[in-house]
């Protein structure tokens, strides 16, 4: 049997500056205790060091998420920080200053955009984070650093949601409460991409926004009760759970028999299974996966315009507090991101 010769690989993309040794200490901002927003401290902490097959990445920018304000208050994710100072924050784009070995993919010098491994390292609200590799992509060339940095967390998330769970394709119908949110944006345009028929619930300043990301139907959760308008739905994806208006239990009186709900703030509704089974529908929660496989097959949408990331807002990394409170608020249109470093 013959063999056919391997192709070489393609050159890495790279930034056009060299790299140089990193620091070792850095500008990271902290939490020490769980408190409000201004528990947010600037601090000078030491550069991580990568081992095996970690990269070690320069950040320029890096996503705010809810999932950061709830953890810096002392839920979310508090319980798994084992070492404080904490610096939080899972998304991040940014340039590889090392590489495991010397003829790895990602390259010092190459553009890429992933998630950090927070609680059990250190997180991205600082100058460097350390993240395994295969847990980052190349970053799409048709996006700058800042608006990369509020894909991965985001988009993951909206991926597993409605590609792997969902199994979204031609004629579904799919309800996704937030939609005008950081997960909530990405899903639609996931889910309409897919070919499903799309329903959201948003604001209705965001009703034509999100009718041009692709949702058929736009509901105002304001002046209108969607299971009034809306039945015989094949997916429910909850981004906001019995915490509000019990949306949680109203969502399961819209699903077809043996719909699918997927509820991801499971913390407001403990008792959804049990809920689901009563009605005869089937329930799941879902937590995201850091991965990088899907991360470079979103990179690709994002680079042919199939996709499209909103950033509403950009602070500076020691405008962080500040973030924090607005995420807070609730009413973000896409994502909010913090500019760390130059490019």
């Not at 950061?68 to 100072?85: I, L, N, Q």
């Not at 041009?212 to 739905?233: H, K, M």
């Not at 990331?309 to 249109?333: K, M, N, P, Q």
């Amino acid at each position: 049997m013959r063999f056919r010769p391997l192709r070489s690989a393609p050159a890495p993309v790279t930034d056009d500056g060299a790299v140089t040794d990193p620091p070792d200490r850095m500008r990271a901002m902290v939490v020490e205790t769980p408190g409000d927003a201004e528990a947010l401290r600037a601090a000078s902490v030491p550069v991580p060091s990568p081992v095996m097959s970690e990269l070690l990445v320069r950040v320029i920018a890096a996503g705010v998420n809810p999932i950061d304000a709830k953890t810096r208050g002392g839920r979310g994710v508090w319980g798994g920080v084992d070492h404080r100072p904490a610096v939080l924050g899972y998304d991040f784009s940014g340039v590889v200053v090392k590489s495991p070995y010397e003829a790895h993919p990602l390259a010092p010098g190459t553009p890429v955009f992933g998630m950090a491994p927070f609680p059990r390292s250190g997180g991205t609200y600082a100058e460097y984070t350390v993240v395994p590799s295969l847990s980052v992509a190349r970053k799409p060339q048709a996006l700058s650093h800042v608006e990369a940095a509020g894909v991965p967390l985001a988009a993951l998330t909206a991926w597993g949601l409605v590609v792997e769970t969902a199994h979204a394709h031609e004629g579904q119908r799919i309800l996704i409460h937030a939609g005008s949110g950081g997960v909530g944006h990405f899903a639609v345009q996931f889910a309409a991409y897919f070919g499903a028929h799309v329903t959201a619930t948003a604001s209705g300043r965001n009703a034509a926004w999100l009718r041009e990301l692709g949702a058929a139907v736009v509901i105002d959760y304001t002046t209108t009760r969607f299971d009034e308008v809306v039945a015989e739905v094949d997916v429910v994806i909850d981004l906001v759970g019995n915490v509000d208006g019990d949306t949680g239990t109203r969502s399961l009186r819209v699903l077809r028999p043996g719909g699918l709900y997927i509820v991801v703030p499971t913390g407001s509704w403990p008792g959804y299974a049990e809920a689901a089974a009563a009605v005869g529908a089937r329930a799941t929660s879902f937590k995201v996966t850091p991965d990088g496989g899907a991360l470079a097959t979103i990179a690709r949408l994002l680079d042919s315009g199939s996709v499209q990331v909103y950033v509403d807002a950009v602070f500076d990394l020691s405008d962080v507090a500040a973030a924090h409170r607005r995420i807070e608020e609730g009413h973000t249109r896409g994502k909010l991101v913090l500019r760390v470093s130059d490019d």
